[in-house]
């Protein structure tokens, strides 16, 4: 059964930085597609942005692409998201999700992944 659990959410000021952690386990695939996505209650899932593990640039959704960047550490089986800039509008749970898949291109919706990982919580104040 495939695990993920991120890590590295936390309070932090309008400006700052994070960076959060997704450590995958449990599975047998070799490729996958691993994104990051955002919820907000009230507010519909938001894909930040995906990277395939098999190489290839990480996408990124426009309103985020400036300042987040998205990085694997294939030995650790862990990847990682960097957010600079840190915006009030930030403020989320932030999940890391998987697909397995021998194909690069990668879905940009939430709903086209299923293994996801528990969330950490990020709250900027301004």
């Known amino acids: 059964q495939v695990r993920l659990l991120e890590s590295g959410g936390g309070s932090v000021q309008a400006g700052g930085s994070l960076r959060l952690s997704c450590v995958a386990g449990?599975?047998?695939?070799?490729?996958?597609?691993m994104p990051w996505i955002r919820r907000v209650p009230g507010k519909k899932s938001e894909l930040v942005g995906v990277i395939y593990t098999g190489g290839g640039s990480p996408w990124y959704l426009d309103s985020v692409k400036d300042r987040f960047t998205i990085s694997l550490d294939s030995a650790a089986n862990t990847h990682f998201l960097d957010i600079n800039s840190l915006e009030p509008d930030d403020t989320a749970t932030y999940y890391c999700?998987?697909?397995?898949?021998?194909?690069?291109?990668?879905?940009?919706?939430?709903?086209?992944?299923?293994?996801w990982g528990p969330g950490t919580q990020v709250i900027v104040s301004s």
């Open positions: 449990g599975y047998t695939f070799t490729q996958a597609c």
């Open positions: 999700a998987a697909r397995p898949q021998t194909v690069p291109e990668c879905e940009r919706s939430p709903g086209g992944y299923n293994f």
